[in-house]
């Protein structure tokens, strides 16, 4: 019978680590399940970047690999893998919220290369967006059909903030080589300061885009379309409920959409703002995640399968063996409270379940 098999990654407290979060999952070329996260330390937020590794469709996992360290004093965050149709594996992450790098694997995911400086392509941002802060956005990258690599990010103009933000991406036509601007897509339509995003291919060659974002009374999921070059407005699925927090999309081998998020309207807080209370969100807001999919380019969903009661952030990836889709997630809340979780769990879910 046709069930949810689950795998734990990284459980916090345990080898090193008081939390893992922020999961990042790509299949190569070859075959192999790689998935990245940030190994978390509560005294200075220390922040290492990890690399597990599964040549066996995520039955099993070798001991992890260490991506990158921090210096003292320097904050690592938001890795990010995209796997290229030549076998090659691209590594981003960022560092202090005003630096990337980049390093490439072509060994499988076995090694990587060394780190190269991409800070300054973000300067091609500044003349529509005055950047103070920014980052890449956790998960994964897409090479596009055409061969266009897409990395989406969101930046800010916010004094050591994240907002007020908008989003966009870096694309490039070869192979890595030169990275260029998108336009900024900031906040409109009843979307306020769009930030995190995954971003995944339509039937017609353009991009779907779903971002994390926040503004008083909403708590519904944001989208945009077009890219890689322009991006067009933004807009709300009311169908969609979110609590601010990252989800994923990914297509399909088939060409159907798949997307996870926590899906909560989260009331409480939506009441609390009414009474008029400066709450962000409840401590209980990033639950039920559920997996949906989409037969129309992401029109409609469906009702979707739930994955996990106690979440958080999330990315995708399907089996290069059956079809399944599989979920790396945030799971479990230390001390009731949904912003810090406790482990990073693997959903295998049979594609027959996505109906």
């Not at 075959?31 to 995520?58: F, M, P, Q, V």
């Not at 994923?248 to 798949?258: E, F, K, P, V």
Request: charged share 20%; proline share 5%.
């Amino acid at each position: 019978m046709d069930a949810l098999r689950k795998t734990l990654l990284a459980e916090g407290g345990r080898d090193g680590f008081d939390s893992y979060r922020v999961p990042g999952l790509v299949v190569t070329a070859a075959g192999t399940l790689l998935a990245c996260c940030e190994g978390r330390i509560k005294e200075g937020d220390r922040r290492t970047l990890l690399l597990y590794r599964s040549t066996d469709d995520g039955a099993t996992f070798a001991p992890r690999t260490v991506l990158a360290e921090p210096a003292p004093g320097q904050l690592l965050h938001n890795p990010m893998l995209l796997a290229c149709r030549d076998g090659r594996v691209l590594l981003f992450w960022c560092s202090d919220y005003g630096h990337l790098y980049l390093r490439v694997s072509r060994d499988d995911g076995c090694t990587f290369g060394e780190a190269r400086n991409l800070t300054g392509v973000i300067d091609g941002f500044r003349k529509e967006w005055p950047v103070t802060l920014w980052a890449i956005a956790p998960g994964h990258g897409v090479e596009m059909k055409n061969g266009t690599l897409v990395v989406p990010l969101w930046l800010s103009r916010g004094e050591n903030a994240h907002l007020p933000a908008c989003y966009a991406c870096l694309y490039s036509t070869d192979g890595g080589e030169t990275w260029l601007c998108s336009n900024v897509v900031p906040a409109a339509n009843g979307i306020g300061d769009p930030t995190e995003a995954s971003v995944a291919e339509r039937s017609d060659g353009t991009l779907l885009a779903t971002l994390r974002h926040e503004i008083p009374g909403v708590r519904r999921r944001a989208f945009c379309a077009g890219g890689p070059v322009h991006w067009g407005q933004p807009w709300l699925n009311e169908a969609l409920p979110d609590p601010i927090c990252g989800g994923a999309l990914l297509t399909l081998a088939d060409g159907r959409l798949t997307f996870v998020n926590c899906a909560c309207g989260d009331e409480e807080a939506l009441e609390r703002q009414r009474r008029g209370e400066a709450v962000r969100w409840s401590l209980n807001a990033r639950r039920d995640l559920t997996l949906r999919v989409s037969g129309d380019d992401g029109k409609t969903w469906s009702a979707g399968v739930l994955l996990e009661q106690e979440a958080g952030a999330a990315d995708l990836a399907q089996s290069p063996k059956d079809g399944a889709v599989l979920c790396l997630h945030e799971q479990g809340w230390e001390g009731g409270n949904c912003i810090f979780t406790h482990a990073l769990t693997l959903t295998r879910v049979p594609l027959a379940l996505l109906r």
